[in-house]
């Protein structure tokens, strides 16, 4: 009886260690099975492209649309002026005669707003029609008569020094008046929400930009250029074109032209150069310039130089190649509006 038992215990031991055996090498060769490549079985997915946007008046794309109201702001450029403030960030630059041939700049913000901004100085009533024909928010410190009577009657929305001085306009204690009157992007802008003004942009300007510089450079080779009012070497602007950046330097009686806020030199895409009719129209040397004739014009980029003309689009100055808006290299402009008296011929010289 005893042996039977045992006989069946050693049976059920038996078993036992089988069933333990099998397990075993079940798990052996499961931990052989190579685990899935989770790369490999993953199928690329091309990244969704990033919509761009073009700037308005600069023809740059950007990842992020400015949909923001131009500022126009007149902009100081006597010798003692210099260098001014936030001309780096500015879209445009119109560089127009004030008094006799001393020129004022006429600076546009839009894909930009920069801290500073200035010297601001007084208005002529001609800058008022170009911001007009912007649809711009203008900025300016003093007017002339006939700008006053524009701005009283609030033909454009704007802010004037006259009445903001030492509010929105602060005064820079390194120089002294005339030349010492700046104002921030932050206050332009508290003076737009004062002054109940749109702040989003409403017009599109008549602007053609090329794809890429490449294909703009057909024309007189023009490396380096000279665009004079008079004879004073201090409103003589020199251009010289970089090849590499594609990109032209600006210096004036022989000084490189900076930023004061970024000290970086500014640079640009386009240099026009627009003739028309000035006049004299008091003894403060005032002049009336007509902005609304057209006329003929010089349009330097990509180190070329070629003839155009200009035409007064809806308020906006435009550059005019057989009958259609020239088309730009995309990046910052600067405009001269020269006399027809003595002429481009003698304002204007360049090289190969």
Not at 58 to 75: D, H, K, Y
Not at 89 to 98: K, S, W
Not at 166 to 181: D, I, M, V, W
Not at 310 to 322: A, I, K, S, T, Y
């Amino acid at each position: 009886m005893m042996e039977g038992k045992k006989r069946g215990w050693l049976l059920v031991l038996f078993i036992a260690m089988l069933l333990l055996s099998a397990c075993s090498k079940k798990e052996k060769v499961e931990d052989n099975v190579p685990e899935p490549q989770e790369d490999e079985e993953k199928v690329a997915v091309p990244a969704e492209p990033v919509p761009l946007y073009k700037a308005p008046f600069t023809g740059v794309m950007m990842e992020e649309e400015v949909t923001r109201r131009p500022v126009l702001a007149t902009i100081n450029n006597h010798p003692r002026a210099r260098p001014q403030s936030g001309i780096g960030d500015a879209d445009i630059i119109y560089e127009l005669a004030a008094e006799g041939n001393i020129t004022r700049l006429l600076a546009l913000f839009q894909s930009e707003l920069p801290e500073e901004i200035g010297p601001i100085r007084s208005a002529r009533d001609y800058f008022v029609h170009i911001a007009k024909g912007l649809d711009a928010f203008y900025v300016a410190h003093g007017y002339s008569p006939d700008a006053k009577q524009l701005l009283d009657s609030h033909f454009v929305d704007n802010i004037n020094g006259m009445q903001y001085d030492g509010t929105l306009f602060q005064r820079s204690k390194e120089r002294k008046a005339p030349h010492n009157s700046y104002i921030s992007g932050d206050n332009i802008i508290v003076g737009e929400e004062k002054t109940n003004s749109p702040m989003e942009i409403s017009e599109t300007p008549p602007f053609s930009f090329h794809e890429s510089i490449d294909s703009a450079k057909i024309g007189d080779m023009a490396s380096m250029m000279v665009v004079r009012y008079g004879t004073d070497p201090d409103y003589t602007s020199t251009y010289s074109y970089d090849a590499e950046n594609g990109t032209y330097s600006r210096m004036t009686n022989s000084i490189v032209t900076v930023d004061k806020s970024s000290e970086k030199q500014v640079e640009l895409s386009n240099v026009l150069v627009f003739e028309t009719t000035h006049h004299t129209i008091d003894n403060e040397g005032r002049q009336s310039v007509d902005i609304e004739s057209g006329g003929n014009g010089l349009l330097f980029h990509g180190g070329i130089v070629k003839k155009v003309k200009w035409e007064n689009r809806d308020g906006v100055l435009v550059p005019m190649e057989n009958g259609v808006p020239a088309i730009l290299v995309p990046g910052k402009t600067w405009i001269h509006i020269v006399a027809t008296n003595p002429g481009m011929e003698k304002s204007v010289t360049f090289t190969p």
